[in-house]
């Protein structure tokens, strides 16, 4: 039997990672793109954020697509079956709807009938808390396997007249599967989650909800485009990120030498480096990815997680430490034993990069993808008309010949 509390024997002797998975689009968005819709610079993004590039997920993709891929990536390294799974936990702060959750929306595409579903708002710090509400579903033996998935579609929701956000995000979705175990030791041995809501406006998507619902009036003031204080993000995540890995660190009976890898979300290469002098390690015990991919937010720990894998900085019986930081603010770390083969991690490759979720009926909305951005990509020398003479549903080139 599956699903919440179907499970039978009674708690497990360990909860661990069986499987990993990651899905990042197709599509690059480089800095010399950027350059095209911002006022910035190659030099100004990489030396500020260690930021080269990121990708932006196709019009047909959606949040719960990218998850799909890289839940069903973490089912083929687990070797289970999608109905296996008895809950299905979705980080995001990207949803495809505020309801119904992008949980159920993956929970269809990768054909499983059994898992209860439900999503997590933690922003960026997704990753660590959904990961946290899995082990606790396994460790009290109400779930045998829980899959948590961070993924994220932030280019819909980013002002590309703003430069101080629109060059630090991406696209992208990371998963595992938590797994009980009748072997005791490892897995998670120390967890630290804080929230911080002195921090709650510094990171922030004003409208859509119940304080601020959409209207014309909204968009019109790009109120559904996300916010942030960037200084004020930046000291808190220097702060907090440090210390909440050395509290998971202490609460594991580990000192912070034993660490062999720091798996940081990746919002800033310079915060990064500040966590590395705050638990006085090397760079070279943190992997670092943001080059790649910008900030994916709740995605960025589990792609992560998947790379250093497969780059074999993984082994078992490693200490590994999961470090992330969001909106709210939100802060969280996660010190764990590594027990799996890195081997089946070669898994993953069987599976297509394709999924699909039901579209609803009778209902056909808005072109999904930010016109400023789409002017960019759909042409490779470059828009034809001044990007604020872009307009929503038009192509850029088609407009250019009026
Ligand atoms: N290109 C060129 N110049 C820029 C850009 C840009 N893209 N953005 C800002 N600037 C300019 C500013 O206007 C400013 O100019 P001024 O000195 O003439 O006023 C100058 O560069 C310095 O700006 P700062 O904001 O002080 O730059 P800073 O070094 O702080 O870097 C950044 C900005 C990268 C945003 C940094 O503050 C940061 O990384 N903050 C944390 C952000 C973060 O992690 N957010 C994610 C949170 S996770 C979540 O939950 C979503």
Redesign the pocket.
């Known amino acids: 039997m599956s699903g919440v509390g179907g499970v039978s024997g009674g708690p497990p002797r360990s909860v661990r990672i069986s499987g990993w998975g990651s899905y990042v689009p197709e599509r690059v968005l480089s800095n010399a793109d950027l350059e095209r819709i911002?006022?910035?610079?190659d030099e100004?993004?990489r030396t500020?954020?260690g930021i080269r590039e990121r990708r932006v997920a196709a019009p047909h993709e959606t949040t719960a697509t990218l998850g799909a891929i890289a839940a069903k990536r973490a089912l083929a390294v687990a070797g289970l079956e999608p109905d296996d799974i008895d809950v299905i936990v979705v980080a995001t702060?990207t949803p495809d709807y505020p309801m119904p959750s992008t949980a159920a929306l993956v929970k269809e595409a990768i054909g499983n009938d059994t898992a209860a579903a439900f999503d997590i708002g933690a922003?960026?710090?997704g990753f660590v808390f959904g990961y946290a509400t899995a082990d606790s579903y396994v460790r009290s033996g109400l779930a045998r396997h829980v899959l948590v998935i961070g993924a994220e579609l932030l280019t819909r929701f980013l002002d590309f007249e703003d430069?101080?956000t629109c060059?630090?995000f991406g696209d992208g979705a990371g998963a595992v599967v938590l797994s009980a175990s009748d072997e005791a030791g490892g897995g998670m041995s120390g967890l630290e989650m804080t929230t911080d809501p002195d921090g709650a406006y510094m990171?922030w998507l004003p409208s859509g909800g119940s304080r601020s619902p959409s209207s014309s009036e909204t968009t019109s003031r790009g109120e559904h485009f996300?916010r942030?204080e960037?200084?004020e993000?930046?000291r808190y995540?220097t702060r907090t990120l440090a210390a909440s890995a050395l509290k998971a660190v202490e609460k594991a009976g580990w000192s912070p030498d034993e660490i062999d890898l720091v798996i940081p979300?990746q919002?800033?290469v310079?915060?990064i480096e500040a966590v590395a002098k705050g638990l006085k390690l090397p760079m070279d015990r943190f992997f670092v990815n943001i080059d790649k991919y910008g900030?994916t937010?709740a995605a960025s720990v589990g792609i992560a997680l998947d790379e250093a894998v497969a780059e074999g900085r993984v082994k078992p019986g490693d200490k590994i430490v999961f470090a992330a930081?969001?909106?709210g603010f939100t802060s969280g770390a996660i010190a764990l034993e590594w027990t799996a083969d890195p081997a089946d991690g070669a898994r993953a490759a069987s599976v297509e990069p394709v999924a699909s979720v039901r579209a609803p009926l009778d209902w056909n909305s808005v072109d999904p993808m930010p016109p400023r951005l789409a002017a960019v990509l759909d042409d490779p020398d470059g828009p034809q008309v001044p990007l604020d003479d872009v307009v929503p549903g038009e192509p850029a080139h088609a407009h250019s010949e009026d």
Do not use: E, P, Q
């Open positions: 911002v006022d910035t610079s100004w993004i500020r954020t702060l922003a960026c710090s430069r101080g060059i630090l990171i996300i942030m960037g200084r993000t930046y995540a979300h919002a800033n310079r915060i900030n937010s930081f969001g909106a």
